[in-house]
Structures are given as structure tokens and as C-alpha cells.
């Protein structure tokens, strides 16, 4: 079993930045992938970031490419989503996820085995 746990959300103003971090715990080591995924009110929950295992491959929406990135420090069992320029529509609940299996599906959430609880990101106009 992995359990994750987000931090950092909050409330920004348009062009503001955050930084999201989570932790895992548990069985760590079985971890392969690791995602970042958002959910805003009357939506399905969409794709925001991944990275590979080893950190060295990352993938991102469309919506964020250029504005967000994500690292993970496996050494910590940490991955971290920094946001920059951002905007109203970018507010939603943002959820950490990992896979214990090798994909190249970076994208589906099928793709992910444990889900953390989700934190918070409000961006005012």
C-alpha cells in the first residue's frame, strides 16, 4: 500500500504561483509513475502533469504546458507541482497520483493506483 499526502494549496491571485508538494509513504519503492491531476466543480477530474520513475521524462496538458512543472525527489518520496501564471480557470482541487506499474499512459487516470486526498487551489480574477 502507498499513501499520499498533498500540501500547499490556497488562494492566489491571477498571475500568482504556488507550489503543491505530496509525500508518499508505505511501500514507496514499488512506485512508478507519479501525477498531478485536477478536478474543478462540474467537471471531470483532468490530467495536469506526470513524470517517469526517474524523473527524467515529464508530460503536461496543453493547458499548463510552459506554466507548470513538476519534479520528485525519490529519495524524499516526494513529487511537486510548481504552478506560475496562473489563471482563473486553473482553480480546482488538485489531486496526487501513483502508479506501481511501468506506462506510457502517462495521461489516463487508469493508469494510477493510489490517489491522495486533494488540496485546494483558488486563483481570483
Not at 509513475?33 to 502533469?49: D, I, L, N, S, T
Amino acid at each position: 500500500q502507498v499513501q499520499l499526502v498533498e500540501s500547499g494549496g490556497g488562494l492566489v491571485q491571477a498571475g500568482g504561483s504556488l507550489r503543491l508538494s505530496c509525500a508518499a509513504s508505505g511501500r514507496t519503492f514499488t512506485i512508478w509513475p507519479m501525477a498531478w491531476f485536477r478536478q474543478a466543480p462540474g467537471k471531470e477530474r483532468e490530467f495536469v502533469a506526470a513524470i517517469n520513475r526517474n524523473g527524467i521524462s515529464t508530460y503536461y496538458a496543453d493547458s499548463v504546458k510552459g506554466r507548470f512543472t513538476i519534479s520528485r525527489d525519490n529519495a524524499k518520496s516526494t513529487v511537486d507541482l510548481q504552478m506560475n501564471s496562473l489563471k482563473p480557470e486553473d482553480t480546482a482541487v488538485y489531486y496526487c497520483a501513483a502508479g506501481i506499474s511501468s506506462s506510457s499512459t502517462y495521461s489516463r487516470r487508469e493508469t494510477y493506483d493510489y490517489w491522495g486526498q486533494g488540496t485546494q487551489v483558488t486563483v481570483s480574477s
